[in-house]
């Protein structure tokens, strides 16, 4: 069992920046695949970035390449989303999530975050 907890969402105006932050207990850390993924409201869960046990491959939505940076401290459990650039249309709730397998581009993650509000403003 893994638990996920996000934090680092806030309001911020059109052009600004934010990192987030999820740490996670439990399980080890470093064997995971982690995740960030992005819910806006009327829309469906979509995967933002996910990235490796040891950091080594990321993955990013097409849309979001450029602006978003995952990454991921293993010695403090903890993975970490830089969104630079940001846009109205960022605005959702923002999921971390871990994964057992050895890598993962999907939306079936085994363990999820409680999620933290991300709100750009124009």
């Known amino acids: 069992q893994v638990q996920l907890v996000e934090s680092g969402g806030g309001l911020v105006q059109a052009g600004g920046s934010l990192r987030l932050s999820c740490a996670a207990s439990?399980?080890?850390?470093?064997?995971?695949?982690m995740g960030w993924f992005r819910q806006a409201p009327g829309k469906e869960r979509e995967i933002v970035a996910s990235i490796s046990w040891s950091g080594g491959r990321t993955y990013y939505a097409d849309s979001l390449k450029g602006r978003f940076t995952i990454s991921r401290v293993n010695a403090k459990n903890t993975v970490y989303l830089q969104m630079n650039n940001l846009k109205p249309e960022d605005t959702a709730v923002y999921y971390c999530a871990a994964d057992l397998r050895p890598w993962a581009t999907g939306t079936d993650y085994n363990y999820w975050g409680q999620g933290t509000q991300v709100t750009v403003s124009s």
């Open positions: 439990g399980r080890i850390f470093s064997s995971y695949t």
